[in-house]
């Protein structure tokens, strides 16, 4: 039986793909593909004997689950509803086909939080980004989600885009909290390799903010939502009290997670694992294609633990750290955290290390000072 905190579901359908996505995602929009990749889908879930016990959270993501058709997303949503009773149900949903409808299947089956992916409402911005979605569209979709049930709303935004002024990140700002969101995630632009995106700024077309600029935006961001009440509990993640994302809280306390679907990735018994990321093999394969699999010794789960707990605002809490892992994060990486106190990034608490909000805006650099000898 398998203990997971977590349940990741991997929807890798799209009706478009982004400019910038560097996610696993095909344009597909044909009901009966997505039919057959719920039907393999299920044989995956059912390979796994589960403890529904354990099971706190459930995340439907993608691509966009929300292109599924009312039928399908009904068929998707039940497969985990009759089975499990999380604490946590969340869906994620692309303006562009957020309707009453899909509200309505979602509230049914008792999600209870929903991640809507607006990126920006800017036309400028949503170009950039190779989006074919329209502030128009942002707007609709907020509103509709505004009218329904579940209460608990993340709104996922971009900063630092090419061509974008503090000022138009500001609006985006603005506007995202006038629907009063109960969480936002707010990421600094990351140009994936091998994207259109990454293609332009690489011939010029676009140029990146300087890193002055994306900071003005990131410490505008950690502002404006605090005055707002949403505090800040992880680098890019701002909830109202009592509203963090309990499934990305897990991951980042190296708890255990099962990822369903082609190329969702799982971390059980100590053990990293991923289906492919290709839905033709996925389905042929009946939801049970052959996984990459890769044991971590102690020390790399030390190691991963350290890394994903020094992006909350909680940092390292040592006895914690020590339960999990067997080994005394002081005296594991004391030559990293040495350098990186010296260097202000890193702050001591009463129970343990976190880093400081200098540390916060260059954590990708942090992490990659905590190496294993
Ligand atoms: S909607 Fe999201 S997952 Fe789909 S192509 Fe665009 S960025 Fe990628």
Redesign the pocket.
């Known amino acids: 039986m398998i203990e997971t905190a977590s349940l990741y579901v991997h929807i890798p359908f ?1 009706d ?3 400019g ?2 560097g ?1 696993y ?1 095909i344009p597909e929009t044909d009901e009966n593909v997505h039919q057959d990749y719920l039907n393999a889908l299920q044989n995956e879930l059912d390979s796994f004997d589960i403890d529904e016990d354990s099971l706190e959270t459930i995340y439907i993501g ?3 689950p929300s292109i599924l058709s009312d039928k399908n997303l009904s068929a998707l949503l039940s497969m985990f509803a009759e089975k499990f009773s999380p604490i946590e149900f969340t869906v994620e949903m ?1 303006p562009r086909h957020l309707t009453r409808d899909k509200l309505i299947t979602a509230e049914l089956f008792a999600v209870d939080r929903l991640s809507v ?1 607006v990126q920006s409402f800017s036309e400028k911005s949503l170009e950039v980004l190779g ?1 074919k979605g329209s502030r128009a569209e942002n707007l609709n979709a907020l509103d509709a989600a505004g009218e329904s049930v579940i209460e608990n709303l993340n709104i996922d935004l971009i900063f630092g885009l090419p061509s974008q002024t503090l000022e138009d990140f500001a609006k985006d700002l603005d506007i995202a909290l006038s629907f009063e969101p109960s969480h936002i995630s707010a990421y600094s632009l990351s140009v994936e390799q091998g994207t259109p995106l990454a293609e332009a700024v690489k011939n010029g077309k676009l140029k990146l903010p300087d890193q002055q600029l994306d900071r003005k935006m990131y410490e505008h961001l950690i502002h404006r939502l605090e005055e707002a009440g949403l505090y800040q509990y992880e680098i890019s993640n701002f909830s109202l009290p009592d509203f963090e994302c309990l499934h990305n809280w897990n991951y980042w306390r190296s708890e255990q997670y099962l990822g369903l679907g082609a190329s969702a990735g799982s971390f059980c018994e100590g053990k990293r694992f991923s289906n492919p990321a290709d839905v033709e093999g996925y389905i042929a394969a009946g939801g049970n294609p052959e996984r990459e699999c890769q044991v971590l010794t102690e020390k790399e789960y030390a190691w991963q633990t350290a890394v994903l707990m020094l992006r909350t605002n909680r940092g390292i809490l040592s006895p914690e750290f020590s339960d999990k892992t067997g080994f005394d994060f002081e005296k594991l990486f004391s030559s990293e955290i040495e350098k990186n106190i010296n260097e202000g990034l890193l702050e001591k608490t009463l129970s343990g290390f976190r880093l400081t909000p200098e540390g916060f805006s260059v954590a990708d650099t942090v992490s990659r000072d905590f190496v294993l000898d």
């Open positions: 799209c478009y793909k982004c910038c996505c996610f995602s993608g691509g966009s692309n992916g989006r």
